[in-house]
Every structure is written in C-alpha cells, then in structure tokens.
C-alpha cells in the first residue's frame, strides 16, 4: 500500500499547502486533517496548541505516513520541534520555506509578515528572516479577523474587504516590498490582499516552497511515488464536514476531477 504524505492544519488553511502537493507531486497519496471544530489556533495557548497537534499527529501516525506536514504557521511555531522528537520519519513546517521564498524576492530588504497572533508573538518569521539574511528588515502584523473569515467560506465580500483593509492600514505606510502570508488561510484571501496592498507588493505564500522541499526530501530518501496509479486522498475535519468539503473542492477544483477523494469526519482528543 502507498505510504501517504500526511498533512494537518487547524482548520482548511493547509488545503493551500495540499493544492501544491497535488499539482507538483501528482503521484503522492496525502492524508490531510483540519482541525475545524477546534480552530483557529492562533490566541490559543503555546501548550493547547502542542497538545492539539500532537493529538492530531497520533490520528494520523495510523495511516504510517512517510512524512508529516505541519501546514499550520501557529502550531509551526510551537509544536514543530516537540513533534520532531516524537516521531521517526521526517517532520516539516510551513515558516522556514515561506522565509526563504520572502528572502529570494525582495529587492528591498523590507519585509512585512502578517499572520495569527500565536505566529507574530512567536517571532518564528523573524528568527527564520535573519537567520537567512541578517540585515533584512521586517514588520510583522497579527490578523485574527482573517481566519474566522476564511473558515466560513467568506473569501471576496464588502465585510472582507473592510477587515483587510483595517487591519493592513498601518503596513501600507511602510517601506516594506514583499508581504508573507504567515498563515496558511491568508492565500484564500490574496486577491483582496494584493487590492488593499497594491499590486506592486509581491505576496509570498509557503505553499509553493513546502511543496518543493517535500519533493526534495523524499527524492533524497528514495520514497517518492513510483508508477502510473492515481492516488486515493483522503480529507478528515474535526467540524461541520459540510463546510469543509464545500471550500476544499471549490479550492482544490481542477487537483481534484480526476482523483478519487475519501472525506471523513473522525473523532481526536
């Protein structure tokens, strides 16, 4: 049987995070889970959250996965390294690709970070940018309003447009050139982002990276996919099931017309 990539995410957010797996590893079977009865994560508690991801992680160990995708910057920024140490096979989070992808595109040196309030507290962005350029400057911005909005499906309205904009007005004076999406649910919302930014703002999302540093690490362990066989996804979600598979097939459209996909609704904790 396929060992499958496993991915989890406090609500739909890591869908952004699967869309890419698909598209760039279009054999790779994944298991994802959204904590959607749960989410969001990002005023909970550093401890709550490792507790939730860690419950998450022993679900979805049933499936023995290959590897584990935190696809979750807030439970990235708390519980990537307690996983680590839990676990044998490989275990990645979203924040160091989308840093890196930040680095390679701003001309600036100014970089804007928005997220959950768990994610700009952390300074998990912050510590990953000047790691990997210690000049750079960046201004980081918490957005709670974003992912209430996301998890109800509410990706392009007045009421999304208002909350981003309030809530972006204090970035659009700064100097900043290149805007990371800290949170895997904010790319549901780029289109009313780049609106409020400008378009000559570049929007760096993680998706893109994870993906591509998946593929490198299987590649280096010899599991990538092999053969011809379409693989069998399967989505849980701890919430209404209703909601989830609404936005995650009007997400994942064309990843998923012609793969078969098993929704399921388990019970964790």
């Not at 419950?55 to 590897?67: A, Q, R, T």
């Not at 300074?123 to 990997?132: H, N, R, S, T, V």
């Amino acid at each position: 049987m396929q060992q499958p990539i496993a991915i989890l995410d406090s609500g739909v957010g890591g869908l952004t995070v699967a869309k890419e797996v698909m598209r760039q590893l279009p054999r790779e079977k994944i298991i994802y889970f959204g904590d959607t009865a749960r989410t969001p994560y990002g005023p909970r508690p550093a401890q709550e959250v490792i507790r939730y991801t860690q419950e998450i992680v022993d679900y979805l160990l049933k499936f023995s996965p290959k590897m584990i995708v935190i696809a979750c910057n807030t439970a990235t920024a708390f519980a990537l390294e307690t996983i680590r140490s839990r676990v044998s096979i490989p275990v990645i989070g979203v924040v160091h690709p989308g840093a890196r992808a930040a680095i390679n595109r701003t001309q600036s040196g100014y970089i804007g970070v928005i997220g959950t309030e768990g994610t700009v507290n952390s300074g998990a962005y912050e510590q990953a940018l000047k790691q990997l350029s210690p000049h750079v400057d960046v201004v980081s911005v918490a957005c709670p309003r974003f992912v209430p909005l996301v998890e109800r499906g509410n990706f392009r309205s007045e009421e999304t447009y208002n909350t981003v904009n309030e809530s972006l007005a204090g970035l659009r004076s700064t100097r900043i050139d290149t805007l990371i999406l800290g949170c895997t649910h904010y790319p549901f919302l780029a289109e009313t982002i780049s609106d409020v930014m400008g378009g000559q703002i570049a929007l760096i999302s993680s998706a893109e990276e994870t993906a591509r540093d998946i593929s490198t690490i299987l590649h280096d362990k010899g599991k990538l996919a092999r053969g011809d066989l379409l693989p069998v996804h399967q989505f849980c979600c701890s919430g209404d099931p209703q909601m989830f598979k609404m936005i995650a097939q009007q997400w994942l459209n064309e990843q998923i017309e012609l793969t078969p996909i098993v929704w399921q609704v388990p019970h964790i904790g």
